[in-house]
């Protein structure tokens, strides 16, 4: 009898190992931390010429085939520099999910950067992104192009005047040494629903306050591209539409192409 208990500990106690305790953890031993940070370190460190070309794409959610396939598709692509994940990286917020779409973009031949999406914030989903990819707002400049990605999930805080950070924003669009141009990134667009309608004006107003060459979202899993000001705000479809959008700048000037797969 004492040789069953002992057998029973044993396995018990192995098994912690393997468990996942809750589908709402932050984290268990092999998650991995500060992937936006590390990614971009990468892609800084990696030889450049003078024509930025990336991906734009988002909402993975779910579409783990597509996005196998999206990897597939974009590692024979000549010359990108870096894919962004516009959001909505997860469907419900949880360490699982976005454990696998990492899985699936850490295929990738060039770093990806993720940004937050409204289905990355419910349950504990905030405390799972801000640990593997980092702060929601966040900034970083290649070739002279200062990338301004942030949080535009304004329903996640019913609309309290928040979200997006506009006096962050502002402050990072400000002119910096070292910088020519300016892209914002984000998931929600500001002509969404979702979007917190009374900061609408003040945002496209501050987007357009610098020398932008775009805005970039993904959210509303179709494509779409407004101008404001002759600034493009661009809405790349979702993963599961297999259909993203090819960006380049080259001297100043921002041309794209919408890719389907």
Not at 97 to 107: P, Q, R
Not at 156 to 179: A, M, R, Y
Not at 206 to 228: F, G, P, Q
Request: net charge negative.
């Amino acid at each position: 009898m004492k040789t069953i208990i002992y057998l029973f500990l044993l396995l018990s106690l192995c098994s912690c190992e393997l468990m996942e305790y809750s589908p709402n953890q932050v984290f268990d031993k092999n998650t991995p931390r500060d992937l936006n940070k590390k990614n971009i370190a990468r892609l800084l460190s990696a030889p450049a010429d003078d024509t930025i070309r990336f991906v734009l794409t988002g909402d993975s959610q779910r579409a783990y085939k597509n996005a196998e396939d999206f990897v597939q598709v974009v590692n024979k692509i000549a010359g990108i520099d870096f894919v962004f994940l516009a959001g909505d990286i997860s469907d419900f917020g949880l360490l699982g999910e976005m454990e696998w779409v990492d899985e699936i973009f850490s295929k990738l031949k060039t770093p990806y950067i993720g940004v937050v999406g409204n289905h990355d914030l419910v349950a504990n989903g905030e405390k799972v992104y801000t640990r593997m990819y980092g702060p929601k707002d966040f900034g970083f400049t290649y070739q002279g192009v200062k990338f301004v990605c942030h949080n535009t999930n304004s329903r996640e805080t019913n609309f309290d005047g928040n979200v997006p950070n506009i006096s962050w924003l502002k402050n990072e669009l400000l002119p910096s040494e070292g910088v020519e141009a300016y892209v914002t990134v984000a998931h929600v667009p500001p002509f969404s629903g979702d979007f917190d309608q009374n900061l609408q004006r003040e945002y496209v107003k501050t987007v357009n306050s610098c020398s932008a060459l775009a805005a970039l979202y993904a959210h509303n899993h179709k494509e779409e591209i407004r101008y404001e000001n002759n600034i493009p705000f661009m809405v790349t479809n979702a993963i599961i539409k297999r259909q993203f959008l090819l960006v380049e700048i080259v001297n100043g000037k921002l041309n794209y192409e919408s890719v389907e797969y």
